[in-house]
């Protein structure tokens, strides 16, 4: 084996030493698979455990019948109990949506969020009296005068939301592995695999896509298993057509 020096790195076999770029992109892929890992087990937590638990919360919510009367009430229920609160005080920042409910044993005091302030929440004054339905420790919905309003602890039948998060932790998951792998075994050329424009535009529209078919298949009663498949044929085929587009040279790096 030649051995010669330098400057002040060593050359072995006529080979040059790693270059200062060539470390940070193999440093960078070895971060990027670690990602890979995690969104990876992310997703296959919301697919596994998240989303089965939400749809069988809400079922068995929209199951659940009026309690019986008691002398002594349990905290947690199975069934729904209407209970007369009194309003403590409201909470109607952008932050911060919530009411403190001042109620009997085993409710003494419960703090209430809510998604928003309509209808009923802004209406509330001090000293008003209300009445909660609790569903296993939570009161799930708030009525005043006639008017009801869903607090945030209340089961809701959006499965198409948490499909979204997984679907992006998935394609997180495959983004990060295929940048991490291509950093890993080329870090002298990493071609067109860099953050700009192609990782950047890819992991925008991913993220892009996701909340935008997310959220419209909640307003639109769609299923939740059309999240994934639509997202995924969206991302697949923007990947595909931009690193074309880019080899091509008809986007502007």
Known sequence: MTTMRSGTAWVADGQPPPQPRAR????VGAALVLVSVAAGLTCQAVFTSWLPSDRTQYREYKAAEACPARSVIPRV??????????????????KRT???????????????????????????????RVTGTVWRGVVVVVAERGIRQ????????????????????????????????MHLARPRDLGLFTWR????????????????????????GLPWWVVPTV???????????????????????
Not at 77 to 94: N, P, Y
Not at 231 to 253: E, M, N, P, S, Y
């Open 24 to 27: 940070r992109n193999l440093l």
């Open 77 to 94: 229920e199975d069934c729904l109990r209407e209970i007369t609160f009194t309003v403590e005080d409201t909470s109607l920042g952008a």
């Open 98 to 128: 919530t009411a403190t409910l001042l109620g009997p044993e085993p409710f003494p005091r419960m703090v209430v969020p809510f998604g928003d302030t309509e209808p009923a929440l802004s209406g509330l004054q001090h000293g008003d």
């Open 150 to 181: 869903n607090s945030s602890d209340a089961p809701r039948d959006e499965p198409q939301m948490i499909a979204a998060v997984g679907t992006f932790a998935g394609l997180l998951a495959a983004w990060a592995l295929m940048f991490g792998a």
């Open 197 to 220: 424009p192609y990782g950047k535009w890819l992991l925008i529209v991913t993220a892009a896509t996701c909340a935008v078919v997310g959220l419209s298949a909640v307003w639109t």
């Open 231 to 253: 997202c995924g044929a969206v991302v697949a085929g923007t990947a595909w057509f931009l690193h074309r587009d880019l080899r091509l040279g008809r986007v502007g790096r």
